[in-house]
């Protein structure tokens, strides 16, 4: 075993293994190489020899023997603590390595807003199957403000979005623009207008959006107090398929997106134009200093061509 006091000790970090830093992290957290052994699925000799040839290029002893027992050294100590702070990034990477080995195929992950993940999305991915029957496709519907904070943690490889400002670490390519609509159970007697305006609105209930949430819709509420409006709001949601459900239920009427009204239209919902109406747009979200793989650039084709074949604009009558 080396002099720890050996003055000058030089050693070449790249002699140093990874198999013998965890040799090094069970001998110390198990306190015996049998325990340490049987963690790695190894001999104890084994270990041992791993223990001695890192004692070797390090320099300085990591353990002496007390009464058969092997105690750290306060050099072993102050190494483990590095090891401790550094280890747990190469573990998660080699959690990575063995999910990816295991995967029986290749694999998309997309985060997207929920209105678009029951709506926008099954339709992108009816396309985008047709190329890659064998991919597995992860979808996680979020916020807004998870869905950013996915991008920046390279934690998704591309997402739907609500347009949003430019923001450190994500790429935005705008891909449409739709403007509101306005929808209201099928028996309203607004129903009988082909255009609903914000003087319509005068005296009804109203589901709105909560105004200080990330997918607030502050242009809808400033055209309609702008033409001296003031209607009930009886319900704020920033959910989508809230605000349509709210309508279903005659519990008021409400100004939304027109994704969701294709599976709205069933229960009752009817929908309109509302001028004047802001319009709002949509992105494809990408992790900016990530490279886009193939399967990416399909997907993002898929939504293309989704989205230039379906009028989402239009307003459907009964």
Known sequence: MPDSQAPN???????????????FRHLIITGTGTAAAKRMQIT???ISRLISDLEEDLGFALFRREKGRLEPTVAGLRFYRAVEENFLGLERLKQVADSIRSEASESLNITCLPVLSTTLLPLVLKVFRQAHPDVVVKVDPCSMGELMSRLQDMKTDVALSLEFAEIAGIEIEPIFATKVMCAMPSDHPLTAKSVITPQDLEGENVIGWLPKGAL???AERSIIEGAGIHPHYTVETN???TRYAMVANGIGISIVEPFAY???QAHGVTIRPFEPAPTYGYVLAYPRASLRSEITLDFRQAVLDV???????ASPRE
């Open 9 to 23: 000790a030089i050693f070449d970090l790249t002699m140093i293994r990874f198999r013998q830093i965890e040799a």
């Open 262 to 264: 294709a599976v709205w």
């Open 239 to 241: 959910n989508s398929h």
């Open 216 to 218: 607030s819709f502050g």
């Open 307 to 313: 989205v230039k074949r379906y009028n989402f604009t």
């Open 44 to 46: 104890q000799p084994a």
